[in-house]
């Protein structure tokens, strides 16, 4: 399917407003929600029903050539597909006619991004970790959420109500000005809309095509390096050498009495027992809705610092220099997760990619994440061999330098920036110079190959899919030495 392209000078952008609707309108939001589960779930049984089958003539001996064909993934073909079985289907027939066809489109299309991930990872033609064969949503763990890519999708005049296909005219819970005045003027065209629960409320996320003027940073030719922690939420420092603390505001630790008091309290509750069939009681309900409350505070709280940080951060300085940081490896040290978890270091690198990218047009550099910030000197350039992590203060043997270490970290991530523009090789120029090999052979810590995985008997995903019949794709090892980007 042919990607969307804005036009010169428009750029995508959301908005999300937080909905007030009533009894009725939120029936009928869980109800399109489900419709777009049960979709995804039709769509996954149909595809994986080939290929047991398959699976099931092979063990008989059958050759090739006469096995059951494989069943197509594609959007427009789960949707040909749909449309015809959901009239005679009993899953379907007696109530699809209740939700917009969006529903169910929601779902179908999910499925058929879920297959392609699937294919591509086992291809090994998809970053990131392995991903599986699609799995059935369950009613209870699913996330609602339904996309309208088509019908009614405006913002009203009166600015506090949005309508939706099918859904009518909808309270907003907040002003929806910022849009509104964007639409009124010409400078914004409404794509689609998606209505998701998180955080005990109803969203509405308007996806819009924007004018939007590139800003001019405060300070284009300055460069700042940023070194994250859980001491210290980020250490800045620039190419003039100033250098700036921001706390760690910590805000799970701050709700940790309070959510040990609401958890109490749920559990003293009859609560719900999935093995004997027992219901929650009322009083469960209203406790579990209490901590949820603490939940949701502490997620907002943290939502608003990170975006305040990479705000002004954005907003100031030509050049940002962040780590390539293994959040996913941090998070399996149980004396740490917590508080990692809790800065958001993931998210921090999230915001700022597309902020320096769309508003500013300045430059984010990520520094390799077998870069030695911390334990080469900020001074003269030593690297030390090691440096345990409860030393926090850097002492270089070479010129006697005296350093916080986080400070220290952050002055040789902003001294990265003029690697990059000399072509050095040092920051990530890949059309230059050969990458500089790190100390210690460090660039040989991790595996080169993943570990082969094989299917397990008992699961489609095993079968061999149709573009996969002649070999078998496996991880190959790494071929040149990691560089800086």
Wanted: hydrophobic letters at 35%; charged letters at 30%; proline letters at 4%.
């Amino acid at each position: 399917m042919k990607k969307f392209q804005p036009q010169p000078g428009f750029q995508v952008q959301a908005y999300r407003f937080a909905l007030d609707p009533n009894a009725g309108q939120e029936a009928a939001l869980r109800s399109h929600c489900g419709a777009a589960r049960a979709a995804y779930n039709w769509a996954v049984g149909w595809v994986t029903a080939s290929w047991w089958q398959r699976r099931a003539e092979e063990s008989y001996g059958i050759p090739e050539s006469e096995l059951t064909e494989w069943r197509p993934w594609s959007l427009p073909s789960l949707r040909k597909a749909f449309n015809a079985a959901k009239h005679t289907d009993p899953r379907f027939s007696v109530w699809w006619e209740e939700n917009s066809k969006e529903a169910y489109s929601t779902g179908l299309a999910n499925a058929s991004a879920a297959f392609d991930n699937y294919a591509k990872s086992k291809n090994s033609k998809r970053k990131g970790a392995r991903m599986g064969a699609p799995r059935f949503k369950t009613k209870r763990k699913a996330r609602l959420a339904c996309r309208f890519t088509t019908g009614t999708i405006r913002i009203d005049a009166d600015g506090r109500h949005v309508t939706l296909p099918r859904l009518g005219t909808i309270r907003t819970h907040e002003p929806t000005v910022k849009l509104l005045t964007r639409v009124q003027a010409g400078t914004a065209r409404i794509l689609s809309a998606t209505v998701r629960h998180e955080r005990g409320r109803w969203f509405a996320s308007f996806q819009a095509e924007v004018k939007r003027d590139l800003v001019r940073v405060e300070r284009p030719d300055v460069a700042v390096g940023i070194d994250l922690g859980v001491k210290t939420l980020a250490v800045m420092a620039d190419s003039t050498g100033e250098i700036r603390t921001v706390a760690n505001p910590r805000h799970y630790d701050a709700a940790l009495r309070h959510l040990r008091r609401a958890s109490r309290t749920v559990s003293r509750r009859q609560g719900p027992d999935r093995r004997t069939g027992q219901k929650p009681s009322r009083r469960w309900e209203k406790a579990n809705a209490q901590r949820n409350k603490v939940h949701h505070r502490v997620a907002n709280l943290r939502t608003d610092a990170l975006h305040k940080l990479t705000t002004s951060v954005a907003a100031e300085y030509g050049t940002v220099v962040v780590e390539d940081l293994n959040v996913a490896g941090m998070l399996r040290n149980r004396r740490l997760a917590r508080r990692v978890a809790d800065a958001g270091f993931g998210e921090i690198r999230r915001q700022l990619g597309y902020k320096t990218r769309q508003r500013h047009a300045t430059r984010l550099v990520v520094a390799n994440r077998w870069y030695p910030s911390s334990k080469t000197c900020s001074g003269c350039g030593a690297v030390k061999a090691k440096l345990p992590l409860h030393v926090r203060t850097y002492a270089c043997d070479a010129c006697g330098l005296v350093i916080d270490r986080d400070d220290n970290a952050a002055l040789n991530l902003a001294v990265l920036t003029a690697a990059c523009t000399t072509g050095t090789g040092v920051a990530g120029d890949r059309d230059t110079a050969p990458a500089v090999s790190k100390p210690r052979g460090a660039d040989r810590k991790t595996r080169a190959t993943r570990p082969r995985r094989t299917a397990e008997a008992g699961r489609a995903g095993g079968a061999t899919l149709p573009h996969q019949r002649q070999e078998e794709a496996r991880d190959r090892p790494q071929a040149e030495a990691l560089t800086l980007w």
